[in-house]
Nanobody, 132 residues
Framework: QVQLVESGGGLAQAGGSLRLSCAASGRTFSSYAMGWFRQAPGKEREFVAA????????YYADSVKGRFTISRDNAKNTVYLQMNSLKPEDTAVYYC?????????????????????????WGQGTQVTVSS
């Protein structure tokens, strides 16, 4: 089981930036993919971004493509989400996810990562609020 702790959330103005971090422990970090989801008030949790274990492939929801960047530092056991050009609609609790149930060798593209049920481990979430 992987344990995850997010940090870096807070309040930003529209057009501003925030960087989220997620520190992992419990298993070899470089052996699994990582992802970010978010849940806005009254809405279901939705996929934001994912990164394969080597960091060589990244995937994004259309709503954040070109504004958000996911990255990982396998030496620090940490995944990041750099969020630029923030919009009020980015306001949500952001969750870090780890360790997809099926190894990445068995699929390509982003589809598998977008399924909430496909991830084994979750962080506690960090609030991001963007004011207009």
């Amino acid at each position: 089981q992987v344990q995850l702790v997010e940090s870096g959330g807070g309040l930003a103005q529209a057009g501003g930036s925030l960087r989220l971090s997620c520190a992992a422990s419990g298993r070899t970090f470089s052996s699994y993919a990582m992802g970010w989801f978010r849940q806005a008030p009254g809405k279901e949790r939705e996929f934001v971004a994912a990164i394969r274990r080597s960091g060589g492939n990244t995937y994004y929801a259309d709503s954040v493509k070109g504004r958000f960047t996911i990255s990982r530092d396998n030496a620090k056991n940490t995944v990041y989400l750099q969020m630029n050009s923030l919009k009020p609609e980015d306001t949500a609790v952001y969750y870090c996810a780890a360790d997809p149930r099926v190894a990445e060798e068995y699929y390509s593209g982003s589809y598998y990562y977008t399924g909430e049920a496909n991830w084994r481990s979750w962080g506690q979430g960090t609030q991001v609020t963007v004011s207009s």
